[in-house]
């Protein structure tokens, strides 16, 4: 059945990445190394909008409520001088004004707070960490201005005959959704979801989804696969860049919170930068 989707919430919604920290032989190392902590993310807020289909986990509960404060304290200590969300990089001043309310304590404060802002892994955990480190702002880096066709190519793939490739892309959601969902039916808290979600062999099916399967789409004439890989990897790069161009020179560690698709694909660029490295939140918690 074909369903009409946006490309880039297929995995967004649903995964994020913690491996161990890829290490790189020091003689190709800068003297001037930064370090990425890597935090991808489910959706807190859950919307139920996209074709996976998860469970939702209230973020809200006490205990949810307490990991927050126990991931947040042992970020602080990391202390990384910049925050990095998935926000729109042009509505920066909307989200500098939000963060100002969470500053002044009156964020939480409006009983009209819709789902999203009140359960956004960005307020709840990136303005929490900005605050506690004593960071101005927290910086918006998602870049939206990007087409990706995925209706048309599965459009593409049924009318070319491709059963097997359009079996391949529902195993794939059926594996990430019935995986995640699962975790909550365990009661899996949302340290053994963000640890589990940060596997390594989630972070290769996503890239393997995102930018592999979409390339054998259609005959030789045919090349949405390939626009549509070009466009998540524009995105991406585009999102990278952002958070490049943010840097100063005193700048060391930063975070980077993001849906774990997005962190899948950056951190392979990260790792093919000399000047940077990554650590991952399991090594920030000490396990």
Known sequence: MIKKIRFSLIIALVFASCNPKTQQPEAQRSQNTKQALLIGTFHYHNPGADVAQTKSFDILNESAQAELEQ???????????????????????????????????????????????????????????????????????????????????????????????????????????????????????????????????????????????????????????????????????????LVEKSMTNQDERIMLLLGASHIALIKDFIDQNPNWNTVELQEVMGQ
């Open 71 to 241: 991931i947040s304290e042992k970020i602080k200590a990391y202390q990384p001088d910049q925050v990095f969300v998935e926000w729109p990089y042009d509505e920066q001043q909307e989200l500098d004004s939000l963060y100002q309310l969470y500053l002044n304590d009156t964020y939480f404060t409006n009983d009209s707070l819709s789902d999203f802002y009140a359960k956004n892994e960005i307020f709840q955990l990136a303005f929490r960490v900005a605050k506690k480190v004593g960071l101005k702002s927290v910086q918006a880096v998602d870049y939206q201005h990007t087409d990706f066709p995925f209706d048309s190519l599965m459009t593409v793939i049924e009318n070319s005959k491709q059963d097997h490739l359009q079996s391949q892309i529902e195993e794939t959601i059926t594996y990430f959704t019935e995986g995640f969902n699962s975790k909550i039916k365990q009661g899996s808290t949302l340290m053994d979801l963000t640890y589990y979600l940060n596997s390594e062999e989630l972070r290769k099916r996503s890239n393997e989804f995102h930018t592999q399967v979409p390339l054998k789409t259609g005959g030789k004439d045919n090349f949405v696969g390939a626009h549509l890989t070009a466009e998540w990897y524009r995105r991406n790069l585009f999102m990278w860049s």
